[in-house]
């Protein structure tokens, strides 16, 4: 049996990589370059209206330019729509899943229940609905999974302990939508399961993910990975450097930056190394620990790039 860490990077291809991307994609690789594991590549492309396969081509060849191989890549996940629709009956089979025929307006409504941070918590208000009631709808409806009451934890090798209690801070979730898309809980559960994935390491804002995942993992008879939730990156004033940034994102960059140079800005901002000088990403293999890396915020001043 390969007891080899399985890590991954799934971009969604809707643009050019931004230093956020960078960051996420240099510290996945590093979780298993550094233990001698197994790299994975997955286009992650469910909104196929913001997504494309030249998005997904210029993106492997910025990968290669910094340096960062990858030892397999899985089909995207607009190619696996079947493969969900498998696991989907399982939830069928369990008696898990029901249509929901609740607008976005209701859900967001100041009357629906609200968590401290503004998200919504789903009540169950189509949990109970009869046959009748839900024919009365005449549309297309989303689907649910029922979720319990019950606490699920993780110690995240970057933020440390989380835990979260999907029936009062979550509610039911949706697994499909009603125009027949899945979507990304179910969606990555099944392709980290089904990859082999022990590694997975993304930014921190999909943390409360986790045992959303954890959950579908357990009822699809996938183990649970290690998680590794890196921080945001930001700029000097606060705001989260995206995609909207150009003048920040790897189609500018590598006009004026060597791959190294990049590497050691954001190995040093991260807490890898004592000082921000050039460094491949090969060589910063050999000085990665999880547990050098800050689990806060990150504000990086880019002027310098």
Known sequence: MDLRPVGRFAPTPSGRMHLGNVFAALMAWLSVRSRGGEMVLRMEDLDTQRTSGEFARVLREDLSWLGLDYDRETPPQSQRSSVYDEYFEKLREKGLIYPCYCTRSQLHGVNAPHLSDGTYVYPGTCRSLTEAQRAAFGRAPAWRVMVPDRVWELTDLVQGPYALNLARQCGDMVMRRADGVYVYQLAVTVDDGEAGVTDVVRGMDLLSSAPRQMYLQELFGFPHPAYAHVPMLLAPD???????????????????????????????????????????????????RWDKVKGESIYLDCEGL
Do not use: H
């Not at 791959?259 to 050039?278: C, H, K, N, V, W």
């Open 238 to 288: 606060g705001r989260r450097l995206s995609k909207r940034d150009r003048d920040l994102d790897l189609g500018e960059l590598r006009k004026r930056v060597t791959p190294e140079a990049l590497i050691g800005t954001l190995a040093f901002a991260a807490g890898l190394i004592d000082q921000s000088t050039p460094i491949s990403a090969r060589e910063l293999a050999g000085e990665f």
